[in-house]
């Protein structure tokens, strides 16, 4: 891989070169219609004359097309890096692994859990999908908005989309069926709804004060919450900015981490050296290793409840 990784560079430098030329093309251009609106104004003009406004209009025309033609390049990119590169890396880690940067986990997915409350819009990319120690698992970066409305002193109504849920959603399916639903979440919980659930208190002070439980019966709530898994979840959340949230049904894991991050990532403007590498490595290897610290491969997830 290594032999492709210098090509790849070779081809961002490349890119990047006429990236910095169209970027600097856009800014220069951009530059002087400011330039030519100032001067005009200093003069004396109390508005623009139509021949300054017309030659101001076109200088600003050219600075956009030298700014989108650096665009571009900076998409092409990206493709080039997530259409060859990244499933490269995700092949050596996984099984049956698909990756398509345009798609994301269905909305209706995160929805049917309840632990957030629905978006008024949503977007998403960066999916994953495939399969480590059996478990199979699905991942995407998503971003949920809420619609706001605001008015103005005279009276007027704004309305906008704001960001509440930002970043990556993990789903976990084992061969074992549970019978029970738990939900935890960090803080006040996104709103979560927890109607029909118990509220859960551990014997861990610290995990009771990190995070909101609820269950659909105690017994099921400690099967799951055993010392070693809350010292998982403690040691997961503290491995990320923002907050977490966790989602054990049926035979499903929900793992949602609201760190206002991009995963897989990089800018044309960066080399792909060794800790770019890296990087694009921990985004990956965080997905099996929730597997290994959760235990989602023992028996435990796996084997089939004794009948009574």
Excluded: C
């Excluded at 970027?23 to 609106?37: D, E, M, P, T």
């Excluded at 040691?235 to 949230?245: A, P």
């Amino acid at each position: 891989m290594d032999e492709r990784i210098q090509a790849i560079e070779a081809k961002r430098k490349e890119l990047y070169e006429t990236f910095k030329k169209e970027r600097n093309k856009g800014i220069l251009f951009g530059g002087l219609a400011i330039i030519l609106f100032i001067v005009s104004f200093g003069l004396g003009g109390e508005s623009i004359e139509p021949f300054t406004a017309l030659i101001g209009g076109i200088l600003i025309i050219v600075a956009i097309v030298f700014g989108a033609k650096a665009g571009q390049h900076a998409q092409t990119f990206k493709k080039l890096i997530k259409s060859e590169f990244i499933i490269e890396m995700l092949k050596t880690q996984f099984e049956d692994v698909t990756y398509n940067h345009k798609e994301s986990i269905p909305i209706s997915r995160i929805n049917q859990t309840k632990m957030i409350k629905a978006p008024d819009r949503f977007s998403g990319e960066d999916y994953i999908s495939g399969t480590y120690k059996g478990v199979a698992f699905e991942v995407s970066d998503v971003d949920l908005k809420e619609r706001v409305e605001t008015r103005d002193s005279k009276g007027n109504t704004h309305v906008s989309y704001q960001t509440y849920f930002k970043g990556r959603w993990y789903i976990y399916q084992f061969p074992r069926a549970f019978d029970g639903t738990l939900k935890i979440a960090e803080g006040r919980g996104y709103q979560m709804n927890h109607r029909g659930l118990e509220k859960v208190d551990t014997e861990s002070i610290t995990f009771n004060k990190k995070f909101a439980i609820y269950a659909s019966d105690m017994q099921y709530a400690f099967y799951h919450l055993t010392p070693v898994i809350m010292e998982k979840f403690m040691e997961l959340e503290s491995m990320h900015r923002g907050k977490i949230l966790f989602y054990f049904h049926d035979n499903e894991l929900h793992i949602g981490i609201n760190d206002r991050k991009d995963y897989l990532e990089i800018p044309i403007s960066r080399s792909l050296d060794d800790q770019a590498i890296n990087d694009f490595r921990s985004d990956i290897e965080i997905i099996p290793a929730i597997i290994n610290e959760v235990r989602l491969d023992s028996d435990k997830f796996n084997r089939k409840p004794k009948r009574s």
